[in-house]
């Protein structure tokens, strides 16, 4: 029967023939060279060598010389990798103070750059199965408000962490109060939730336990950043809690404020933004509206200051003073 060919492996994984060839010289003395033919492995890594009387017989060498020689060479690769290691440290940290980035030993001062949907989320749940204090979240409405939230992973995620004891808070713009999709979320999840709304809120944000941040790294948010900057989660947590306190609660639902001269709340806050110029889309897109909601608006503060024109309805908001009235109702 043709024994199998040999095959080249590492001494630490001594391979069966050799292991059995290296005991039978250990507990002999010697071995026939032809008997170690079977396993080249033991001559090749030192631990077979000819005797001084016959070269065709192998004696082995002393399982603790050849210990003792195997880990002063691994021990020289590894002072090696080392000396590499300080070698590397000292020709980079030059090129990362110029990149604006300082060194840290514990890597929490990080900007990462998350590129995939699959990153984001895999990132956001690793972060979140860990997290024990809160969650501070600013959910603006985009091109498909109707799928928001419906996530299965995301509700067990947040359930997860309401039952250690945590607390979640999110703000909507105003056009989401009602939605369906949000209401149901907050019916499903127990313990301390809380959502409110405001005329106009800010991109996307996500901050978990005031340690990581996630906000969008570009415009159709395909990419996140994922931010343990100290000094910007203080700069998000801030933001947050002063849009906070400016918000409607969800629940109990709020009493609808009441217009002025006709106009109403949403209107106003529309008002103001066609005063800055800015066009129906932008309107649409800060307020948390469809562009055809927007217009709508639009239509009825033009028709109520009795504009015709859009050059006109900017010079009558001005004159109505209903951005003034808007500070003294609330």
């Known amino acids: 029967m043709t024994s199998l060919p040999h095959t080249e492996h590492r001494v630490e994984d001594l391979c069966p023939a050799g292991t059995q060839v290296y005991e039978r010289a250990l507990r002999e003395g010697q071995v026939n060279r032809a008997d170690a033919d079977t396993a080249p492995c033991l001559v090749d890594h030192g631990l077979l060598h000819p005797t001084t009387t016959d070269p065709d017989r192998l004696e082995p060498v002393a399982p603790a010389v050849a210990l003792h020689r195997l880990l002063r060479t691994s021990g020289a690769r590894i002072a090696d990798e080392r000396r590499r290691e300080e070698r590397l440290a000292e020709a980079f940290e030059p090129l990362m103070l110029i990149d604006g980035h300082r060194p840290t030993t514990a890597g929490t001062e990080t900007i990462n750059v998350l590129s995939?949907?699959?990153?984001i989320n895999g990132t956001i749940a690793a972060v979140m199965a860990e997290a024990s204090r809160e969650v501070?979240?600013?959910?603006?409405?985009r091109r498909n408000p109707e799928s928001l939230e419906l996530s299965l992973d995301a509700l067990k995620q947040d359930q997860t962490l309401l039952d250690r004891g945590g607390r979640i808070r999110t703000l909507y713009p105003h056009a989401l109060r009602h939605l369906p999709a949000v209401l149901a979320r907050y019916e499903q999840l127990s313990g301390d939730a809380e959502a409110?709304?405001?005329d106009e809120v800010t991109d996307r944000l996500i901050v978990i336990d005031r340690t990581v941040a996630f906000i969008p790294a570009n415009a159709d948010r395909t990419k996140a950043l994922?931010?343990?900057h100290p000094a910007l989660l203080t700069h998000f947590?801030?933001?947050?809690d002063r849009l906070w306190h400016l918000a409607t609660p969800m629940y109990p639902e709020a009493v609808p404020q009441p217009s002025l001269n006709g106009i109403s709340t949403r209107q106003r806050a529309i008002a103001g933004l066609l005063v800055e110029g800015h066009t129906?889309?932008?309107?649409?897109?800060r307020l948390g509206m469809n562009i055809r909601t927007a217009r709508v608006h639009i239509a009825k503060l033009a028709a109520t200051l009795g504009s015709?024109?859009?050059?006109q309805l900017g010079y009558l908001i001005a004159e109505s003073g209903i951005l003034k009235q808007e500070g003294a109702a609330e």
């Open 280 to 285: 129906d889309a932008v309107i649409a897109d």
């Open 116 to 119: 995939t949907f699959d990153q």
């Open 136 to 141: 501070l979240a600013i959910q603006p409405r």
């Open 226 to 228: 994922e931010v343990r």
């Open 196 to 198: 409110r709304t405001l």
């Open 308 to 311: 015709e024109s859009r050059a």
């Open 237 to 240: 947590v801030t933001v947050f």
